[in-house]
């Protein structure tokens, strides 16, 4: 997928790069292909790295909104990273509520995260 | 035949600028020692160099033409003369008002002159009056605008430097920084306070950003949109934002308005907010050995 750089970082937790090519609005087989991906990985937290986007137009929040509900669905946390400033800026101006996605500054911040247990007493990853 | 009284009134006041000359130059000069001489404005040198001046370019202006054309370089050569002139009293602060009656006064000069000749008709006299009218107007819009536009420098860096002094963004710690917010939030200053936050952010990869509205007097829908707004941007740059410092009417009209801060970090006073910092950095401040007081 050039369209959708994925970058498996151990301990369950995957790095994601949306390339140049995403089209946002077009993105239901990227997602399904993602999706399996993730769970091959057995994926516990996806991380989006948006370093590379200039701005976060609705159309843009809709496709993050998207991939937010299927890590939802799988089960994983998502976290945007590297941010801009104009993106945010512009993205701050959309929002209503929180985003549907946690965010840190890096990714190296990110992977430190505590991971939720999936089950009581279980190993953490 | 309006050309040809035009190219005779043109060519009379070459004539009395011609014969009466010194006496015109010394009327000016007394005048221009009066306005801006007693009060240190213009040395008695400077005031003798602009008579001259003003006198050679208004010759120019009458022989360049048999009547007076202002998209000619000789008129623009004489505003701009005029535009230099009150630009150069205004930065020794000279009051616009007495550049103005300098200029009607050069007016009256040349009527004043022009009296006395009697050959002059009425038409030639009212034609003449027009005339000077419309040069000595257009120099003084001239001066006016100059003026308007140095005032409207002024008070545009004044305004730049009031919004760079009323939001510092200082890094208070290794990855904290602290925006005492004083004053009223609206879009623009939002604009900019966000521009200038965030790229701090990413620039000093801060981790916790601490707004203070302790200076915040008043607030309504729009302003707490706004803050909402910023605290959700330093959000989405991966750093905490921690709102410190609402006073009880803030609180109150918070409340009127339903505004909900619920999700957001929030703390009574900045040194509330500077601690919790700590904490999310895994910060432990304590008083150093040997001081009185608990470990905080």
Redesign the interface.
Known sequence: MDRLHVTPLGEAQILLEPGEALDPSDSDEDMAQLYAQLQDHGARRLICDLGGLPVVDPVYYGWLERLATLCGVAGMEMV??????????A???Q?DG??AFA????VE?ARRRPLEQPEEGAAGG | MPGESEVSLNELLIEQLNVNMANISSIIEKEGQQLFGQSNLLSNEEITEYTLEFLELFVKLLQADSRIDRRRKEFKALREFFTNFSQQLQLRGGDLSEFVRYVQFLQRVFLENLQEDQRLTFQQSRELLLQLASVFNDITLDVFNVYLEEKERTITAQQEELRETSTPITEIWDGVLTLPIIGTLDSSRTMTV??KL??R??AD???VVVMDVTGVTAIDSQISHHLI??M????????DAILTGIRPEIARAMTNLEIDLG?MITRSTLSEGLKEAFRRLGIHVSPARGDAGETR
Do not use: D, F, T
């Open positions: 945007v990273v590297n941010m801009r400033p104009a993106a945010a800026y993205l701050a101006r929002l929180p985003p965010c840190e500054r890096s911040r | 966000m521009e965030l790229a952010i990413e990869r801060a981790k707004q910023m959700r941007a330093i959000g989405l740059m991966g750093a999700g």
